[in-house]
């Protein structure tokens, strides 16, 4: 609509309020049918204005794209990103605060955990001690008892707290593998440490699992298994913690998440793990390492998230550009349609015209003439003087696909005789 009448000058407002539509509208389908809309009624409009309606459809079209569909799918190109950007900046603030909640559970359940776990190991060497009375023993039962409830209650707490995906790359406790069993042995645990081998060179996320395996053993022992003896065995590619049968293991079974953390702490690292009851009544627990530095890092979660949202932004950017792409094929086709149908219609080739002459009779001239004419006289810029009484028909020029221009051919007969023909341009 912007062709006719000298509108031109709309198209800037016209294109400002597309990209403002594209910047704020959340509805793809109401954009498709605002589109639509717009362009059959420019459509209409063309085809009760013009005798020959085809280049005024092509100028519709191309008016219609880029005014209103390319400022349209720059503004929603603009506002996908935006929320693309704002979506990760929300991803990221999560993940934030779920690794400060996984750090404050780890910190709890290092610092807590292994105590409450050598609290429960005295108690239970005060119980077995000769030297001590019935009221005694059965009060370091009861102590016994509420560490084990107290490392349960922990657990869950730190179930609630913390995240398996954040906490996987958190440091365990800042201690080696040595010092570990060390403390252990003095808090009165039954440990020997082995070493099999050089000493391993790992790399920091296979260090901090193999501490993590050794820490997480020696507390179960203490925890389920007290007066046991344990026995840790470190070699280059694997660590095994065996702890002996006991006669009167601790009445806990645990929830067994302890294993299920572990297991998932050396799948990371790039090993695996195995934990079970020995044929002796003992349990061991089996981690296989990888020798040397890890090739590579598991996928963390928040690149994952940040991937969703990449991807959810680029199929919604496709959807959008799918609608001037698909609009414009339609069209496209639409119109060669109604070209060929116009110019087999109504198309007169230039070699015919010019075989025309001025005194053919009518009969003769038809033989060369398209089937119809287009139609009434359509509006030209300038129209040549017409013989008296003669009656004119008018012809579009070209009978190609590729002949879509605006010039018409007039013909005009008086007493069925041809007494001028011209070539008249559309205004």
């Known amino acids: 609509m912007l062709m006719f009448d000298g509108g031109g000058w709309l198209s800037l407002p016209m294109a400002a309020l597309a990209w403002l539509a594209g910047r704020q509208m959340a509805s793809l389908a109401l954009a498709v049918w605002v589109f639509a809309a717009v362009t059959s009624t420019g459509l209409a409009l063309a085809f009760w204005r013009s005798s020959d309606p085809v280049p005024e459809w092509l100028s519709v079209a191309f008016v219609e794209f880029t005014v209103s569909v390319l400022p349209w799918w720059f503004g929603r190109f603009q506002r996908l990103h935006a929320e693309q950007r704002e979506r990760e900046r929300g991803i990221v603030a999560e993940q934030a605060r779920l690794r400060e909640r996984a750090r404050i559970a780890q910190d709890m359940h290092d610092s807590l955990g292994h105590e409450l776990a050598l609290l429960a190991l005295h108690s239970g060497a005060l119980e077995l001690a000769a030297d001590v009375t019935d009221e005694q023993r059965q009060t370091a039962a009861e102590l016994r008892a509420s560490a084990v409830r107290a490392t349960n209650r922990l657990h869950e707490i730190v179930q609630v707290l913390g995240s398996a995906d954040a906490a996987t790359d958190l440091r365990p406790a800042d201690e080696s593998i040595d010092d570990l069993v060390r403390r252990a042995t003095a808090a009165g645990?039954?440990?020997?440490?082995?070493?099999?081998?050089?000493?391993?060179?790992?790399?920091?996320?296979?260090?901090?699992?193999?501490?993590?395996?050794?820490?997480?053993?020696?507390?179960?022992?203490?925890?389920?298994?007290?007066?046991?003896?344990?026995?840790?065995?470190?070699?280059?590619?694997?660590?095994?913690?065996?702890?002996?049968?006991?006669?009167?293991?601790?009445?806990?079974?645990?929830?067994?998440?302890?294993?299920?953390?572990?297991?998932?702490?050396?799948?990371?690292?790039?090993?695996?793990?195995?934990?079970?009851?020995?044929?002796?009544?003992?349990?061991?627990?089996?981690?296989?390492?990888?020798?040397?530095?890890?090739?590579?890092?598991?996928?963390?979660?928040?690149a994952f998230e940040?991937?969703?949202?990449?991807?959810?932004?680029?199929?919604?950017?496709?959807?959008?550009?799918?609608?001037?792409?698909?609009?414009?094929?339609?069209?496209?086709?639409?119109?060669?349609?109604?070209?060929?149908?116009?110019?087999?219609?109504?198309?007169?080739?230039?070699?015919?015209?010019?075989?025309?002459?001025?005194?053919?009779?009518?009969?003769?001239?038809?033989?060369?003439?398209?089937?119809?004419?287009?139609?009434?006289?359509?509006?030209?810029?300038?129209?040549?003087?017409?013989?008296?009484?003669?009656?004119?028909?008018?012809?579009?020029?070209?009978?190609?696909?590729?002949d879509v221009g605006s010039d018409v051919y007039e013909l005009c007969f008086a007493d069925d005789v041809l007494v001028s023909k011209d070539r008249l341009e559309r205004a």
């Open 189 to 302: 645990l039954r440990v020997r440490l082995r070493h099999s081998g050089p000493v391993p060179v790992w790399s920091p996320m296979v260090s901090q699992a193999a501490h993590r395996v050794v820490q997480e053993s020696l507390t179960n022992a203490a925890r389920h298994a007290p007066g046991a003896s344990v026995t840790v065995t470190l070699a280059r590619t694997r660590i095994e913690v065996v702890n002996d049968a006991v006669a009167q293991p601790a009445a806990s079974t645990g929830s067994g998440q302890g294993l299920i953390g572990l297991d998932e702490r050396v799948r990371l690292a790039g090993g695996s793990l195995i934990a079970g009851v020995r044929p002796d009544g003992g349990w061991a627990v089996t981690a296989v390492l990888p020798d040397g530095v890890l090739a590579g890092a598991p996928p963390q979660r928040p």
């Open 306 to 402: 940040l991937g969703v949202s990449r991807r959810q932004t680029r199929r919604r950017l496709l959807q959008a550009a799918a609608l001037p792409l698909g609009g414009g094929l339609t069209l496209i086709a639409a119109l060669i349609v109604v070209q060929a149908f116009s110019v087999a219609r109504s198309g007169l080739a230039d070699d015919r015209y010019g075989k025309l002459r001025p005194g053919q009779p009518r009969a003769d001239v038809e033989r060369l003439l398209p089937p119809h004419d287009i139609g009434r006289a359509p509006k030209v810029i300038a129209t040549p003087p017409r013989p008296a009484g003669a009656n004119c028909v008018y012809y579009q020029v070209g009978d190609s696909l590729l």
